[in-house]
């Protein structure tokens, strides 16, 4: 077994991932491609994961030790404590640069480049689906009341009753 792609397999998985179950299938879809793992593996660690105290992203654990030993479980739980570990270390060094006027334009930057990609995004989507007048005002809605700082759940929950609303439950 090549150590180094296992490792960097679940570290994908758990990148890519919003925890809990989230690394299943990129893990499935890659351990069971290369061989490295059956399907009764994947079933057994999740089962143990839900029996067993703590967080449900564990059973990545269990996995590991169950397709590689006590070398795998290692491999897994670092690739599974890595991504936390390295947000931990970008605050910390958030809060010593945050402040700096280059930190700020950066960020300003970078939010501008994400806004660009949605409207590029929306104008395709449009182009292909063409344009509803309801779903063009809750895109509105949604701009008007966050520029107006309104919390995200809110403008979520409020966007998502004005389009039942418009135009009824999907179906």
């Keep these: 077994m090549d150590w180094l792609t296992y490792f960097l397999l679940f570290l994908k998985s758990v ?3 919003t925890g809990g179950f989230g690394p299943l299938p990129s893990l499935h879809a890659d351990l069971i491609g290369i061989g ?7 079933a057994e660690a999740l089962a143990v994961g839900q029996v067993s105290p703590g967080p449900n992203g564990l059973w990545v654990v269990v996995l590991g030790f169950m397709t590689g030993g006590g070398i795998g479980a290692s491999l897994a739980l670092v690739a599974v404590t890595l991504p936390p570990l390295l ?7 958030f809060r010593q640069v945050g402040a700096h006027p280059l930190t700020r334009g950066f960020l300003s930057g970078l939010a501008l480049a994400i806004a660009g990609v949605g409207v590029v995004t929306l104008a395709r989507i449009v182009g292909q689906q063409g344009f509803d007048l309801r779903a063009g005002a809750l895109v509105v809605f949604g701009a008007v009341l966050a520029w107006r700082k309104v919390p995200v759940l809110l403008i979520v ?4 009753l004005a389009g039942i609303a418009l135009g009824g439950l999907p179906s």
């Design 157 to 160: 929950v409020m966007s998502a």
């Design 87 to 93: 947000v931990l270390a970008v605050q910390r060094g």
């Design 15 to 17: 990148l890519t991932s």
């Design 36 to 42: 490295w793992a059956t399907d009764a593996q994947f």
